[in-house]
C-alpha cells in the first residue's frame, strides 16, 4: 500500500489521490497498483546500481588458511594477509558453500586495515573432497589443485595401500594427476620399500621415496611442485609437516609421534594453508583417518580404477558389475594375473560401501 494512504471512512486526503475526483474505487485501486509497480521498479534499479557500485569496491584474493569462521586471504597487491569473514551465504552452482584453503574469492575491504568480507567465490576448477564422517556430506578439502600427494609412512604408523586406494578413486574421478609419497624410508630395507608400492607403478602411477631425517626424496619431492598447486594429504603421524619444514626450510611446523596404544599418528596440523613454496604453491592438510568417497557411484567405479579400464565393457553382460556375473573379463583377468587380487578386492569392497545405507570399515 502506498506510504501515508489510509482509506477508510475518517481517513484525510493524499495529495496525490486529489487528481482522483470522483473516480471509481476501481480507479483508485489502478492508480494504487501503477504506483506500486513504479515505486518497485525504482527500488530494484537502486539496489542494482548500489550492487554495481560496491563489486567494483571488491578485491581478488586468495584463501591461505580456515580459521573457526574468519579465513586468512592474500589479496592481490596486499604485501600482508587480510582476516575476513564471510558475507551471508555464498553460492557457488546450485548449492551453498563456504570457502576453504585455495579459494580464489572476491573480497571486499572493511573499515579496520587489513580486514575484509568475502562476497563471492569465484567458481572452482577442480576440489579434493570426501564424504564427512560426521554429517554425511560432501567435505571438500582444497580446491583448484593440480596434483594430490599421497603421502604415507613405510612404518610407523604401517602402510595403508587400501587408504591409497580411495585416494586415487578420487583423483581418476576428479582428474587430478597423483603421485604416492613414501615417507620415512630410513625405517625399511629397500625390499620393503619398494615392494610397498610395486603395484601403483605398474599401473601408472608415480612414487617419490622419502625421509626428512635423512633429507632423501627433498629436491625430487620439491621439483613436482613447480609451477602448479598441489596438496600432500594422508593419515595422521605419516611425517607430512615433517616433510613441508624440509620443503620450506624456516615455516617451522609442528611434528609429532605416533601413539604407541594404537599405532596411529596424532593430529599436529590442526588447519589446511596454503603454502608458497617458491615457484609453486602446495596446500599442508591436518593427518585423516578414514577417506569416503564422495561423488562416485557404483555405475562409474569401475571406470576410477585405472587397471580394470582396458577389460570393461567386453563382458558377456551390458550391465556387469565385476563381482560375481558370469563371463566377467575383469575376473578374468584378475585369475589370470593381469589385475591384482588386492586391488579388485578393494573395488568390490567399495561397490559395497556406495551401497545406500552400507557401511564398510575404512581402516585399510
Known amino acids: 500500500m502506498l506510504k501515508g494512504t489510509v482509506f477508510d471512512d475518517a481517513r484525510q486526503r493524499n495529495p496525490e489521490e486529489e487528481g482522483l475526483g470522483a473516480k471509481s474505487e476501481c480507479s483508485k485501486e489502478r492508480y494504487l497498483m501503477a504506483q506500486r509497480r513504479k515505486g518497485r521498479g525504482s527500488s530494484r534499479g537502486s539496489r542494482g546500481k548500489e550492487a554495481k557500485r560496491d563489486r567494483r569496491k571488491w578485491r581478488e584474493g586468495t584463501v591461505l588458511s580456515v580459521l573457526g569462521k574468519g579465513y ?17 551465504r555464498l553460492f557457488l552452482g546450485e548449492g551453498i558453500t563456504w570457502p576453504v584453503v585455495g579459494d580464489r574469492v572476491w573480497v ?56 591409497i586406494d580411495r585416494y586415487l578413486v578420487s583423483c581418476e574421478a576428479l582428474n587430478l594427476d597423483a603421485t604416492i609419497v613414501v615417507n620415512k624410508v630410513d625405517l625399511a630395507t629397500e625390499d620393503e ?5 610395486a603395484e601403483f607403478q605398474s599401473i601408472g602411477y608415480g612414487a617419490v621415496f622419502t625421509s626428512a631425517e635423512e633429507n632423501r626424496g627433498i629436491d625430487e619431492l620439491r621439483s613436482l611442485l613447480m609451477g602448479q598447486t598441489s596438496v600432500l594429504t594422508g593419515p595422521s603421524g605419516a611425517g607430512k609437516s615433517s616433510l613441508v619444514n624440509r620443503i620450506c626450510p624456516g615455516i617451522d611446523l609442528k611434528t609429532g609421534s605416533v601413539n604407541e596404544v594404537t599405532g596411529r599418528g596424532r593430529h599436529t ?49 551390458r550391465d556387469c558389475k565385476h563381482r560375481v556375473e558370469p563371463d566377467c573379463l575383469v575376473q ?11 586391488r579388485f578386492q578393494s573395488y568390490k569392497d567399495l561397490f559395497v560401501e556406495l551401497s545406500d545405507g552400507v557401511e564398510v570399515a575404512n581402516e585399510d
Open 72 to 88: 586468512y586471504v592474500q589479496v592481490v597487491g596486499e604485501p600482508e594477509q587480510w582476516f575476513c569473514r564471510v558475507r551471508g
Open 108 to 163: 571486499e575491504a572493511r573499515s579496520e586495515e587489513k580486514k575484509g568480507i568475502i562476497c563471492e567465490i569465484v567458481p572452482r576448477r577442480s576440489v579434493l573432497a570426501r564424504l564427512a564422517p560426521e554429517t554425511r556430506h560432501q567435505q571438500v578439502l582444497a580446491s583448484n589443485l593440480d596434483r594430490v600427494l599421497i603421502c604415507m609412512a613405510i612404518k610407523d604408523p604401517p602402510f595403508r595401500p587400501g587408504l
Open 193 to 197: 620399500i619398494h615392494s610397498a608400492v
Open 269 to 317: 596440523t590442526t588447519a589446511s594453508r596454503l603454502i608458497d613454496v617458491g615457484g609453486g604453491f602446495l596446500v599442508d592438510t591436518p593427518g585423516i583417518r578414514e577417506f569416503s568417497l564422495w561423488g562416485i557411484t557404483q555405475d562409474n567405479l569401475a571406470e576410477c580404477f585405472v587397471d580394470l579400464r582396458p577389460f570393461l565393457n567386453q563382458c558377456r553382460f
Open 332 to 342: 578374468d583377468a584378475v585369475t589370470q594375473g593381469e589385475i591384482s587380487p588386492r
